[in-house]
């Protein structure tokens, strides 16, 4: 064995943790650990903001997909209804905090905008859907319908 095969032998492997996004797709494309974690918040946030008073339907938009760093939330409310001031007033607060606490955790800019819409945008590229809160509740109550049988 030469000195040279010995070194090719002991090659330093580099590992990028990554995780699939748009499984089972022609487009496959791997995103860092970091960004899956990102999605994961961004999905949590959606499903609190649902949550608040009058909000009917949370859909988390990224208009420059692959880069979610910047993701519209876009909020439709129950027909007949506003947002009072301090209901705005949270929903401000949790996606100021879900910005900067991923930028504090990734070291990376995020930008986050929400907005209450009469209707929700018509997105061609379904792609560009980070999270829609109406597909949690469909899960949901999916998942409780086979609990219950």
């Known amino acids: 064995m030469t000195n040279s095969t010995s070194k090719r032998n002991h090659a330093i492997k580099i590992f990028q943790p990554t995780a699939w996004s748009k499984f089972r797709s022609s487009d496959?494309?791997?995103?860092s650990q970091k960004s899956h974690d990102a999605v994961s918040e961004i999905n949590d946030l959606v499903r609190k903001l649902s949550k608040?008073?009058?909000v009917k339907r949370v859909q988390a938009?990224?208009?420059n997909y692959p880069?979610?760093?910047?993701?519209?939330?876009?909020?439709q409310l129950y027909p007949d209804t506003q947002l009072s001031s301090e209901a705005w007033d949270k929903v401000q607060d949790m996606v100021i905090d879900c910005?900067?606490?991923l930028r504090d955790k990734s070291t990376e800019?995020?930008?986050?905008?929400?907005v209450v819409v009469d209707k929700l945008s018509l997105i061609r590229d379904a792609?560009?859907?980070?999270n829609d809160?109406?597909?949690?509740k469909s899960f949901a109550s999916f998942h409780l319908n086979l609990v219950v049988s």
């Open 28 to 31: 496959l494309n791997l995103i």
């Open 52 to 54: 608040v008073t009058h």
């Open 61 to 63: 938009i990224a208009p």
């Open 67 to 75: 880069d979610k760093h910047w993701i519209e939330f876009e909020l």
């Open 99 to 101: 910005e900067w606490m």
């Open 109 to 114: 800019d995020w930008y986050f905008h929400a």
């Open 127 to 130: 792609s560009k859907i980070v």
């Open 133 to 136: 809160s109406y597909h949690l």
